[in-house]
C-alpha cells in the first residue's frame, strides 16, 4: 500500500485560500485514485474531491465545485487541493486516501490508504 503525508493545512480567513499537498511514498502512485475527504468535530468524514489515475477525470461534492480544485503530479507523487473562497464551514480537519481499483469512488469506506491529516481552520 501506498504511504501518504498531507501538508499545507493552517488558519486562514473567510474568503482566503490554502493549498493542500499530499505526499505519496512508493513507485506505484500513478496507478492509484486518490480523493481528499475531510472531518469536522462531531461529524462524519465527508467526500471533498476525487481524481482518477490518470487526472483525467476529478469529482467535487457540491459544497466545494467551483471553490477547490484537485490536481496531482505524478512524477512527483503528489496530489492537491487548491482552496479558494474558503468559508468557515470548510473547517475541519482534510485527509488525503488511495484507491487503487479499476473505478473512481466517493466513499471513505473505499479507499485503503490514509494520510494522517491536515487542519484547517477558517476564521469568519
Known amino acids: 500500500q501506498v504511504q501518504l503525508v498531507e501538508s499545507g493545512g493552517g488558519l486562514v480567513q473567510a474568503g482566503g485560500s490554502l493549498r493542500l499537498s499530499c505526499a505519496a511514498s512508493g513507485r506505484t502512485f500513478s496507478s492509484y485514485h486518490m480523493g481528499w475527504f475531510r472531518q469536522a468535530p462531531g461529524k462524519e468524514r465527508e467526500f471533498v474531491a476525487a481524481?482518477?489515475?490518470?487526472?483525467?477525470?476529478?469529482r467535487y461534492s457540491d459544497s466545494v465545485k467551483g471553490r477547490f480544485t484537485i490536481s496531482r503530479d505524478n512524477a512527483k507523487n503528489t496530489v492537491y487541493l487548491q482552496m479558494t473562497s474558503l468559508k468557515p464551514e470548510d473547517t475541519a480537519v482534510y485527509y488525503c486516501?488511495?484507491?487503487?481499483?479499476?473505478?473512481?469512488?466517493?466513499?471513505?469506506?473505499?479507499?485503503?490508504?490514509w494520510g494522517q491529516g491536515t487542519q484547517v481552520t477558517v476564521s469568519s
Open positions: 481524481i482518477s489515475w490518470s487526472g483525467g477525470v476529478t
Open positions: 486516501a488511495a484507491r487503487r481499483a479499476a473505478t473512481m469512488s466517493l466513499r471513505p469506506a473505499d479507499f485503503g490508504s
